[in-house]
């Protein structure tokens, strides 16, 4: 495979010392190609969608539309009316918490979310039950980091379930979820599902109705696409389900001044002028993806967190958390008396750059105990040196704490 690693600038551009970029998990780097996709978009072809009847406002419409076809094949959604432009993620889940399951919650009905949740697919799960009396569920993760789907069976055996949340995989672990069994168990129980696929589009291959999720959200700038852009995937039959979440323009057929008439699905869930730069930026990243081969991509990522946790394992002062169910692209670990944040430095000025701190999952650092950890999270650029320079990087944190 051709290494990636070229086809991204930051890593062309001098670093001293070379940067070692760990720290995907919160945000990968742009390939040129991106880049280059949204300049050439405001170089020549910016305006306004939607409402144009001018030759460039058609053309940016179209490149709109493209967009959402583009995401529509990387999930392999059945139309591309199930997808949903949005800021990211954490409005993804903030759009079904309000519009899709507040309406349908009664005082005493059970949500259902779990302990490695990020906060994003939690507060809005806290909000909508202190809202209407609904009670929060939360299933607890295994000492290795993990889900076990019996905890679910035994949830939903108790009756009152409206919803489940949950993460395809997790940002603080990499444990990748048994999603598919999960999403079974739960519709037998009549109950939705909402995927934080977060950490799972630039990792591996999703596919929406292979998995029969309900909705599905994920985030432009975890994938190699800019900030400001996400996705909300959700079936056609409770999208139609489901009033607008923010009101305004674009988003109406007929307005008066008492009233307004919605426009179909997507568009009811789009106030207001889009990120039309950030959806071209998006399908760019999704087009780079897919010419890549990922099945290795996703072996190539896993093989190097492997090497690392191998390493950390030399030391028997550094505790790591390997699930053994499936596990991609990030670990997590702490070593006794020295704080994450202290590791953290250090490495920066070895020019690695890798995350400390409770990763927007405060329960499950409480769940372990823990003031945070030290992330070091992959991406498709990384490789073998990468790895060994963060395992340096630990040696040199040993010396100087010695
Ligand atoms: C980053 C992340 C989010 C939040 O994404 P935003 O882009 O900040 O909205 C939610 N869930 C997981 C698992 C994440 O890693």
Redesign the pocket.
Known sequence: MHNPRFDFPIFRSSHTPPLVYLDN??STQTPETVIDAMTSYYRNGHANVHRGVYRLSEEATSQFQHARDAVRDFIHASSSREIVFV?????AVNLVAQTFLKPRLQPNDVVIATEME?H??LLPWQAVCRETGAKLHILPVSDTGELKSEALESALNKGHCKFLAV?H?S?VFGTVNPISELIRLAHQADVPVLV?G??AVAHMTVDVQNIDCDFYAF?G??MYAPTGI?VLYGKTEWLQSMPPYHQGGGMVRNVSLQEAAFREIPYRFEAGTPNVVGAVGLATAIRYLQQLDRIELQEKETRLVQMVVEQLKQYPSIRTWTPTQGHIAVVSFVIDGIHPHDIASILDQEGIAVRAGHH?AMPLMQRFQVPGTVRASFGCYNDVSDADALIAGIRTVFNIFE
């Open positions: 998990a919160a800021r990211g993620t954490t409005e990020h994003s697919n993460t995989v940002n934080d977060a950490q985030s700038h975890k996400g927007c």
